[in-house]
């Protein structure tokens, strides 16, 4: 079971809930990078600037979400066997089922199909690309 209060396992969901989305976010920022640069390589000239402006964005996305249930759009508790915390996916009203759909939408199958559209275009631009070079 739980050993510790709900603050301690409000804690302990909120960092797993943000450290889970930030690498998730991370990883489509990456891919979609990768694609840009494979694939348009004229694109950033000004990369650092970028890169700082993608980690802000890709940390503000995380915190976005891991706060809602802070500001009662869902909520955290312990994990059905007791042992852990994470959200409260059993939902008990309508806000906190908007809150699991908008984290299924935006925080799973919006980064997870991103991924792999870059990866598909950065598969087809190598082929056409392969495909050019040995027509020549």
């Known amino acids: 079971r739980w050993l510790f209060d709900q603050a301690v396992?409000?804690?302990y969901a909120f960092c797993g809930v943000l450290f889970g989305?930030?690498?998730l976010a991370s990883l489509t920022v990456l891919s979609t990078v990768c694609c840009l640069k494979v694939c348009y390589p004229a694109y950033g000239r000004c990369w650092a600037l970028h890169?700082?402006?993608?980690?802000l964005a890709v940390w503000a996305y995380a915190l976005a979400f891991a706060c809602a249930p802070l500001a009662r759009w869902g909520s955290y508790g312990p994990e059905p066997y007791g042992t852990a915390c994470c959200i409260a996916w059993q939902a008990s009203s309508r806000e906190a089922t908007l809150y699991i759909l908008a984290?299924?939408?935006f925080?799973?199958?919006?980064?997870?199909l991103?991924?792999?559209a870059s990866y598909a275009l950065i598969l087809w631009t190598v082929w056409v690309s392969r495909r050019a070079v040995r027509q020549h």
């Open 51 to 55: 890169a700082a402006g993608l980690l």
């Open 9 to 11: 396992c409000t804690l």
């Open 103 to 105: 984290l299924l939408i």
């Open 107 to 112: 925080c799973y199958l919006l980064p997870c």
């Open 114 to 116: 991103l991924i792999l």
């Open 21 to 23: 989305l930030c690498s």
